[in-house]
T-cell receptor
């Protein structure tokens, strides 16, 4: 069966510090991968998606970036965090009609 | 913006059916209706989807009106673990591997199942 992992589960970082969140998928090959962010009390916002290794598309201009160094690995990064980067970050992959989400990383920028 | 309208919140007694409505009056002919739910502090979970026929799986039933402008998600025997925010989403179906695959989540309906 397919499984999606995210780490860390929670993170507290100061403003201006770097960020690296990792997502890995098991049990499938060449998945379409997505990064979403959910601010407190709000819906999900698509940040990046990837259809293959090294292929990244950005939906929202911001100080975040994404990379896909391996088929089943998706990384979200930032060189300098802003207070507005706080939120719940979710990785997801799709199969036909269904989108599967990871457990998420709760990021607090202080 | 989300293409759907849902009530902000609903209550349901444990063991009773929960009926969650969704309006999607601008739905296009090639767009599907999807339902997801998000339990507090977890990632969203796929529930069910449909195009125009009613659908049923082990989790729920989806009733779509004949004009496809609205639908209802039915949880036949709600339990306390069904307490969550339920999202009704309309988009082109399938896995397009890109922004067309993006799920636009609105604010959803917060369902509270009470003992």
């Amino acid at each position: 069966s397919q499984t999606i992992h995210q780490w860390p589960a929670t993170l507290v970082q100061p403003v201006g510090s770097p960020l690296s969140l990792e997502c890995t998928v098991e049990g499938t090959s060449n998945p379409n991968l997505y990064w979403y962010r959910q601010a407190a009390g709000r819906g999900l916002q698509l940040l990046f998606y990837s259809v293959g290794i090294g292929q990244i598309s950005s939906e929202v201009p911001q100080n975040l970036s994404a990379s896909r160094p391996q088929d089943r690995q998706f990384i979200l990064s930032s060189k300098k965090l802003l207070l507005s980067d706080s939120g719940f970050y979710l990785c997801a992959w799709t199969r036909a009609h269904e989108q599967y989400f990871g457990p998420g990383t709760r990021l607090t920028v202080t | 913006d989300a293409k759907t309208t849902q009530p902000t919140s609903m209550d349901c007694a444990e063991g009773r059916a929960a009926n969650l409505p969704c309006n999607h009056s601008t739905i296009s002919g090639n767009e599907y209706v999807y339902w997801y739910r998000q339990i507090h502090s977890q990632g969203p979970q796929y529930i069910i989807h449909g195009l125009k026929n009613n659908e049923t799986n082990e989790m729920a039933s989806l009733i779509i009106t004949e004009d496809r402008k609205s639908s209802t998600l039915i949880l036949p025997h709600a339990t306390l673990r069904d307490t969550a925010v339920y999202y009704c989403i309309v988009r082109v179906g399938g896995d397009y591997g890109g922004s067309q695959g993006n799920l636009i989540f609105g604010k959803g309906t917060k369902l509270s199942v009470k003992p």
